[in-house]
């Protein structure tokens, strides 16, 4: 039989080359999938690697595509960092996403360009407070916070469908769930004239950055990452495990916050039912295809952007299904736990043990349960 026994020591080079075996197997495995559906297998490779990237406007959209990823995925790398695992990023980017469309409702044609700093801010204060909550059931209740952030997603789905079909319904919309689209006034900045990209992406790399800095460079971001490392060394040192989840929820859920503000205030430019993108979703393997550190994840929601778009080139070009993007995926994180457990651990074949021969003249009964007969005798005699 096999067994999976600890390693002694674990590779440093596989650490950081199963992010790339794993991208490997996923595209082997992609080109089997496109075969089997009765696609050529180079023109599907195609569109997924090439495309993306063939020119200064294909690669303004990676950007547009890359930017919310990566902004989420630097909030939850300090959640999973200090073992905080904040699952329902999606929900806190909708919520961050309602709040900043009601600030950019208010807009009219007198407004300043004040307002854009005011729709960040309320996109980030939207996910902090999404966030807060799943922290203050983690906090006071010791609710699992996987369960909560995550059903929390849900309500805030459904609270951006009763907001678009109901109170901020476009009245003159012809009778679509939409918001009136926001002035001019608010939109996001754009880097450069003719392209999308705006200065959300800016925000992504000084963020990057800024994380960097916090993480491997702080007390504060020390204490982070020993408390999830070793609780009780954390607790010894006088870190506050209150602190390190609240500090964790918050961050993440304001950047989520700011993913959704920047989206809706961006290519978007209104709320609709279709805000919820995945990106929450999606930017969990960005970060644990990252490895959690903030150039990982760069490269990480690059390559995930590359999913989006090639998924949706599939659909028009190839005539695949566009949940194809979801299946693409699926195969990158399934090939990484893969990839990573077997880092961890090595396969050995174990012999099965072998059957103990009963003793000449044991009964049947005697060799199955042979510490029956001594102690009912023992027991019997105390009895006598």
Request: charge should be positive.
């Amino acid at each position: 039989m096999l067994k999976l026994e600890p390693r002694p020591q674990l590779s440093r080079f596989w650490s950081y080359g199963s992010p790339i075996l794993a991208l490997l197997i996923t595209v082997v495995i992609g080109m089997a999938l496109f075969s089997a559906l009765g696609k050529d297998p180079v023109r599907g490779l195609q569109v997924f690697f090439w495309e993306p990237i063939k020119n200064g406007y294909a690669l303004g959209e990676l950007m547009v595509k890359a930017t919310p990823l990566l902004i989420i995925a630097l909030g939850l790398a300090v959640c999973f960092r200090s073992n905080v695992w904040n699952i329902g990023a999606e929900g806190q980017f909708v919520f961050g996403a309602i709040a900043a469309g009601g600030v950019a409702l208010m807009a009219d044609k007198t407004t300043g360009q004040w307002i854009v700093a005011a729709i960040l801010l309320a996109g980030i204060l939207g996910g902090m407070v999404w966030a807060g909550i799943v922290a203050l059931l983690r906090d006071k209740f010791n609710a699992s916070e996987i369960l909560v952030s995550l059903m929390l997603v849900y309500v805030a789905t459904l609270l951006l469908g009763y907001m678009v079909y109901g109170p901020w319904k476009d009245p003159l919309g012809y009778n679509f769930p939409q918001t009136k689209t926001f002035e001019a006034v608010t939109q996001i900045p754009r880097l450069m004239k003719g392209s999308r990209v705006s200065i959300g992406l800016v925000i992504a790399l000084l963020g990057a950055a800024a994380l960097w800095v916090f993480l491997f460079r702080t007390r504060a971001g020390f204490a982070q990452q020993v408390g999830g490392l070793a609780p009780a060394a954390a607790r010894y040192a006088g870190f506050s495990a209150r602190r390190a989840i609240w500090i964790a929820l918050l961050t993440s859920g304001g950047a989520a916050g700011l993913a959704g503000a920047l989206e809706v205030a961006g290519p978007i430019g209104q709320l609709t039912p279709y805000v919820p993108a995945g990106y929450g979703f999606a930017a969990i393997i960005v970060a644990f295809v990252g490895r959690l550190h903030p150039v990982g994840m760069i490269f990480s929601a690059v390559l995930m952007s590359m999913f989006y778009i090639g998924g949706e080139l599939a659909q028009s070009r190839l005539g695949l299904p566009k949940s194809l993007t979801g299946v693409f995926q699926g195969l990158l994180l399934f090939t990484l736990l893969a990839c990573d457990t077997l880092i961890a651990y090595g396969i050995r074949r174990k012999a099965a043990p072998k059957p103990v021969a009963a003793p000449a003249g044991t009964s049947s009964l005697q060799a199955s349960t042979p510490l029956t007969a001594p102690v009912t005798a023992r027991a019997t005699e105390g009895a006598l």
